[in-house]
């Protein structure tokens, strides 16, 4: 019986991921000697087997071992031993991404009537020449350099006269009819060409371009 657990511990230290099949090898073969005892009625003989040496035992553990890899060789592979591109049941978890906490940036549903305009700080977001185009007058201008001329948008419908002058570097305009007289910066001519207050050409700029009301 020593003889026989000692070829199975030799089948166990060959195949160490395969432990729990060497030890229910050995109990099988136990229980098989008890059960011929028992049914004989005849004491146990050591000698009946000749099981008593390393090289038997070591046989015997490889006997097993090609008798272990012929059973398992029908066994299905596990899931992740299958082959690459097998369809898989069940769908990963999708990520989830949220969005990184950014600073506060002007949109045009969060600019209302309390809103703190600082006008210096809108001057130095937006250039005269941006407010020109998006008034459409950028095609009047007519000149070359930095000061341009054309009839004045705020006081003139008939497209006649060149009264309204611009100064592109440094963001000023000038009407000089006297019946007229405009002139400021960026925002002063969007709220002469739209007849609002500076404060409502202030907060519609702001919507417009997107711009920031006040400093952060």
């Known amino acids: 019986m020593f003889a026989a657990g000692c070829g199975r511990t030799a089948f166990a230290a060959t195949h160490p991921q395969r432990k729990a099949i060497a030890i ?6 136990l ?19 000749p099981w008593g040496t390393p090289a038997q035992g070591a046989g015997e553990a490889r006997d097993i071992g090609m008798s272990l890899n012929a059973a398992t060789s029908n066994i299905p592979a596990a899931p992740e031993e299958q082959a690459a591109g097998h369809k898989r049941t069940v769908e990963p978890a999708r990520k989830v991404v949220t969005a990184a906490c950014t600073d506060t940036v002007s949109e045009s549903d969060a600019v209302g009537e ?19 185009d998006h008034l459409g007058l950028t095609g ?15 006081h003139r419908g008939d497209a006649r006269g060149r009264t309204f002058s611009v100064n592109l570097e ?3 305009f000038q009407c000089f009819e006297r019946s007229c007289g405009k002139k400021g910066d960026a925002i002063d001519l969007w709220a002469s060409v739209r007849g609002r207050s ?3 050409a202030a907060l519609d700029l702001v919507r417009t371009f997107h ?3 006040s400093p952060r």
């Open 24 to 29: 229910g090898h050995a109990m099988r073969k």
């Open 31 to 49: 229980l098989h000697l008890v059960f011929a005892i028992g049914k004989s009625g005849q004491p146990f003989d050591a000698t009946h087997d």
């Open 114 to 132: 309390g809103t703190a305009i600082d006008f210096g700080h809108l001057k130095q977001q937006l250039p005269l020449a941006r407010g020109l």
């Open 140 to 154: 009047r201008l007519r000149g070359t350099g930095p000061q341009r001329r054309c009839t004045c948008p705020i």
């Open 170 to 172: 440094e963001n000023v």
């Open 198 to 200: 500076l404060r409502e």
């Open 211 to 213: 711009l920031e009301p």
